[in-house]
């Protein structure tokens, strides 16, 4: 007996070994290879970012515009079941928020698709219900947000002396890195947004999400009068900044001022932005904007005076369609294809130049930085003040990793590409392909008086954070290209 039990013990052993052998050699070859792909395309991007150092150069001067906020991160679908919010059955788009119906409907027509949406609550009671249920929920976050100061935080760690210009709290600007210098009034009490992540895959009643992303909403009292601007405009000279940043006024969006009071805001930002040194270049970073009519005084006073935009994919047709007299464009494909992108980079850069040499004023547009889930594109007029395309591109590609991971090391173990293999560098017929070469994966081409650049991005497939991607990517790029 004890022989049989010997024998059928080296016979189980000798069969799961087997098996073991016909797993791994059934299945080797492929993640093998894919393994080896994901390792070449980051150590080409690692190669690319670091063509370019700022090591033996003066540290590039950034000066950074306007407001911030402490972000409370929790998750999306947790927070609304704690709310006792039910999915509702009818999504649907809310330029702002009144109460708890129109939340889960507003929720629920942006979490399918997985896009990134941003909405002002005007329902005091329903923030602070919202807040008080977020703080008791196990595993909420809280960190520093805002554009202006997320792309300041990234700037700084980066290498840059920062002005910020904002309205903060002493425990906020006590947590800020030692190389930014803040502009602005001390308050009491910060004003607070609430970030609603939620992963691939996540589910909510009949809902599940196609991509990793973030509802966000906001009440804020301080962020949208710019209260920080005259104290910012008064450091601004001396400081002497390589570049000038303006964000975060989608805190404008639908936030319900009296008559002409936005108007003479951004008429004093307008008059902040023209008188800007010609040796300052100027950067504009878009948002998730809803009032149609904000979006035209934009237009109107912002715009003109921005050498370089930054964008996701939801906001670049947004832009588009009110450059063309069309309605907003509410939400667009999340996961837009590379020929699809290029175009409407192509259009918006054309329109915005004609527009420019129509008015006869302001600058022209010399940069645009458009940055989705599966790639970084990059558009930059030749003989421009903005350097290392190639570099900045790789760099704006690895840090979209580096955030959404929320580790300065890119793990391949967590990271996958979802960009084609090749792509049409347009959606024009008979266009030419290029493919994706892990040895080189960025590809960078001249046409019509400009570079273009295109670059994988290495997705996080264990997501830690979403929000504030957008800010961190577009800072990386500018760094290496100021």
Not at 134 to 142: A, H, K, V
Not at 256 to 274: D, I, Q, V, W
């Amino acid at each position: 007996m004890a022989i049989e039990l010997r024998s059928g013990v080296k016979y189980g052993l000798f069969l799961s070994l087997a098996v073991v052998l016909v797993a791994y050699w059934l299945r080797s070859p492929d993640s093998s290879v894919l393994d080896d792909r994901l390792d070449a395309v980051l150590s080409s991007l690692l190669r690319a970012e670091q063509k370019v150092g700022m090591n033996g150069v003066s540290r590039p001067r950034v000066a950074i515009g306007f407001g911030g906020c402490v972000d409370i991160i929790v998750d999306g679908v947790t927070l609304l079941n704690k709310m006792g919010l039910k999915p509702t059955d009818q999504p649907l788009h809310h330029d702002y928020i009144e109460n708890a119906e129109q939340l889960a409907q507003s929720f629920a027509y942006f979490f399918s698709p997985g896009a990134a949406s941003e909405r002002f609550v005007m329902n005091d009671t329903l923030f602070s219900e919202l807040v008080e249920a977020s703080r008791e929920l196990p595993g909420n976050r809280w960190s520093i947000g805002g554009n202006a100061p997320v792309m300041a935080s990234r700037m700084a760690l980066e290498g840059c002396d920062v002005l910020l210009g904002g309205s903060f709290s002493t425990d906020f600007t006590d947590i800020l890195s030692q190389r930014i210098t803040v502009a602005g009034n001390t308050v009491d009490e910060p004003d607070i947004h609430l970030i609603l992540e939620y992963p691939t895959g996540a589910t909510w009643g009949p809902y599940t999400s196609r991509r990793a992303n973030r509802y966000i909403v906001h009440s804020d009292d301080h962020n949208p009068y710019l209260d920080s601007m005259e104290q910012f405009q008064e450091k601004l000279n001396s400081f002497k900044p390589d570049l000038l940043v303006v964000g975060g006024l989608q805190m404008m969006d639908s936030f319900p001022f009296k008559k002409g009071e936005r108007e003479a805001l951004l008429g004093k930002l307008e008059k902040m932005l023209s008188s800007a040194s010609p040796q300052t270049a100027v950067h504009f970073e878009m948002a998730s904007f809803v009032d149609e009519s904000l979006m035209s005084d934009l237009l109107e006073f912002v715009l003109p005076h921005a050498d370089s935009l930054g964008m996701n994919e939801q906001e670049l047709p947004n832009l588009l369609s009110l450059f063309r007299g069309s309605n907003l464009t509410v939400l667009s494909d999340p996961n837009p294809r590379v020929a699809t992108v290029l175009d409407q980079m192509r259009e918006l850069y054309r329109l915005v130049n004609q527009r420019h040499q129509e008015a006869g004023t302001g600058r022209p547009l010399t940069r645009l930085h458009l940055h989705t889930l599966a790639f970084q594109a990059i558009i930059v007029k030749r003989g421009s003040k903005w350097k290392n395309t190639m570099s900045a591109t790789a760099k704006a590609s690895l840090t979209a990793n580096r955030h959404v991971c929320g580790s300065p090391d890119i793990d391949l173990s967590k990271a996958r590409l979802i960009m084609d293999e090749s792509f049409s560098v347009s959606r024009q017929e008979g266009s030419p392909r290029i493919p994706l070469k892990e040895s080189r994966p960025i590809s960078c081409w001249d046409e019509d008086g400009y570079e273009v650049c295109v670059a994988p991005v290495l997705v996080c497939t264990e997501v830690y954070q979403t929000a504030g991607g957008g800010d961190n990517i577009s800072a990386a790029g500018l760094v290496l290209q100021i």
